[in-house]
């Protein structure tokens, strides 16, 4: 049986909490098969709750199989809590760990003990952003038509993914030659993972408009140290970042997936023969992205008088159609609108004005804004003024829904969030649903 659990914790060493859980659970007649990236989330409370348990969580869903009963997996459930410290009787206070039986195949179920699915999956963005990472279009059983990325479309706010650019190129329009070799590279990695990057995003070709194109030879060349120590510092923890691979040739693609990248990032948006027979093998995530040209090219533009929201749009349900012709599990598409590639400034505006919107057609969105050309009418040339244009930006989708940001600073993009979220979101008893405001689910 597929089952998925939610873990949540927002006290001590959270993610000491999270993998001890996890470690756990592998010791009962249980197999994790996948695990969603970690995402924070303010404490609900109850009105006039003391200040120090203002703490925010970490939360994460397991994919799981088991041949179990659902009441034996909930008396495990009640063990492992025990073990790591949570106690009862601190029913709002900061605790250790939750966890909570999600969905249980395709049953329902209604015990003294249980409710599955649990009837506030559809509430809670901390439950639903980390579903949704693994499994978009699921369905929740008794609630049939509406996908869990529908449902996360009608909250208030839906938790990002937070994507890091790692360029391991000479000629990247804004990071050209800082991270070539792994002395320079670590520390910059190091940081992004402090500071709760998802997705680590590796590039060895830069197609910033005017670069040369380069064989895939020579970029696998860039990236392959540096991909094998991501690899191997991912494989040494359940709760690491994600590893993407951003390419457009499909010999790179192979060699990343088979070296364990999770990701690929293909700017040429899944076009050719090549890439869609990987895409629909691999079992691995996939970006696609609109673009005129890649890399880009300045003299190759939509027509100035396109809305550049509705030209895009069209172009992807044209791709739906073909990518559900050829067999792709649309769950593991994401779409990128491609800001900049082909579009000018107003028209890269006007996409990201909608970006959020792109989600109703069934896929995860990414927006790829950081540091791009059109932020010059906004902000100037220096990094440091286009990076806070871009924070600016982000925000804004945020407010949106858009699933994954890839950005260059994360640490200033993270930490932004986590303010603008900790007040955007209800926190007091009174707010949200009109449930019971628990954080945990039951």
Avoid at 59 to 75: F, G, H, R, W
Avoid at 120 to 142: D, K, N, W
Avoid at 204 to 230: D, F, H, M, N
Wanted: charged fraction near 25%; hydrophobic fraction near 40%.
């Amino acid at each position: 049986m597929l089952i998925y659990l939610g873990l949540g914790t927002n006290l001590g060493d959270r993610a000491g909490y999270l993998s001890r859980a996890l470690e756990l659970l592998g010791t009962k007649h249980l197999t994790i098969r996948r695990i969603s990236p970690v995402v924070e989330s303010p404490a609900l409370l109850p009105d006039n709750a003391p200040a120090e348990w203002d703490l925010p969580f970490l939360n994460l869903v397991a994919e799981c199989e088991t041949e179990t009963q659902p009441e034996t997996l909930y008396s495990w459930i009640d063990e492992i809590q025990m073990t790591l410290g949570r106690k009862d009787a601190s029913r709002w206070s900061p605790r250790p760990i939750d966890i909570d039986i999600l969905l249980w195949g395709r049953e329902q179920i209604h015990t003294e003990r249980l409710t599955i699915p649990h009837p506030r999956i559809r509430e809670r963005s901390f439950v639903l952003a980390p579903l949704i990472a693994l499994e978009p279009r699921l369905t929740i059983p008794g609630l049939a038509g509406k996908t869990l990325l529908d449902w996360s479309r009608e909250l208030p706010q839906h938790i990002p993914l937070w994507m890091g650019v790692l360029n391991v190129t000479p000629d990247s329009f804004s990071d050209g030659g800082q991270h070539e070799t792994w002395s320079a590279v670590e520390p910059y990695v190091d940081a992004m993972i402090d500071a709760g990057v998802h997705l680590i995003d590796v590039g060895g070709e830069s197609t910033r408009p005017g670069a040369q194109p380069i064989s895939a030879a020579t970029e696998w060349l860039r990236i392959e140290a540096v991909l094998e120590k991501l690899v191997a510092r991912r494989n040494a923890t359940p709760l690491a970042p994600r590893i993407s691979v951003d390419t457009y040739h499909a010999t790179t693609a192979r060699k990343a997936l088979a070296l364990g990248a999770d990701m690929i990032n293909d700017v040429s948006g899944l076009s050719s023969p090549e890439m869609l027979d990987l895409a629909k093998t691999s079992g691995a995530d996939w970006v696609a992205m609109h673009s005129v040209s890649v890399p880009a090219d300045p003299k190759r533009q939509l027509p100035g008088e396109d809305d550049g929201y509705r030209t895009v749009e069209q172009w992807l349900l044209r791709r739906l159609d073909s990518w559900d012709k050829a067999g792709l599990d649309l769950n593991r598409i994401i779409f990128d609108p491609g800001i900049g590639f082909g579009k000018n400034s107003l028209q890269s505006l006007q996409i990201l004005r909608r970006a959020g919107e792109f989600r109703r057609h069934g896929l995860r969105v990414l927006i790829g804004h950081s540091r791009k050309s059109f932020l010059s009418h906004l902000a100037g040339d220096q990094s440091v003024d286009k990076d806070l244009a871009t924070l600016g930006v982000s925000l804004q989708l945020c407010e949106q829904g858009v699933d994954v940001l890839r950005v260059h600073d994360v640490p200033l993009h993270t930490s932004a969030y986590r303010g603008w979220s900790h007040v955007r979101l209800p926190a007091t008893a009174s707010a949200g649903s009109g449930h019971p405001p628990r954080h945990e689910l039951e």
